[in-house]
């Protein structure tokens, strides 16, 4: 059973734009609604790592190879979560991964994000 849905990836050159979206379905409002979500990424040969969180009130956090390029959003009435990725950098390449910031959840098959040079 599917509990995260991620979509959106594609190979892009450096300095293109994707948006990435990941909806919960099996979660209800009122444990999404409170919960801070987050996206990861893996990249070939690396550890899994943390991108972007957003708070409850919204409020959000990136790691700072992105900060300033990457924007996470959420729709609660939708319980999806959003990644706006611009000024993509070859060095961006990963699976990008949703879950909640506690990696709780059973991981999904994330999205491709394929940036050339």
């Known amino acids: 059973q599917v509990h995260l849905v991620e979509s959106g990836g594609g190979a892009v050159q450096a300095g293109g734009s994707l948006r990435l979206s990941c909806r919960f379905p099996?979660?209800?409002?009122?444990?999404?609604?409170?919960?801070?979500m987050a996206w990861f990424r893996q990249a070939p040969g690396k550890q899994r790592e943390l991108v972007a969180t957003?708070?409850?009130?919204?409020?959000?956090d990136y790691v700072d190879s992105v900060r300033g390029r990457f924007t996470i959003s959420r729709d609660n009435a939708r319980k999806t979560i959003y990644l706006q990725m611009d000024s993509l950098k070859p060095d961006d390449t990963a699976v990008y991964y949703c879950?909640?910031?506690?990696?709780?959840?059973?991981w999904g098959q994330g999205t491709q994000v394929t940036v050339s040079s």
């Open positions: 099996r979660m209800i409002t009122s444990t999404f609604n409170p919960s801070t």
């Open positions: 879950n909640l910031h506690t990696r709780e959840l059973p």
């Open positions: 957003i708070a409850p009130d919204r409020s959000t």
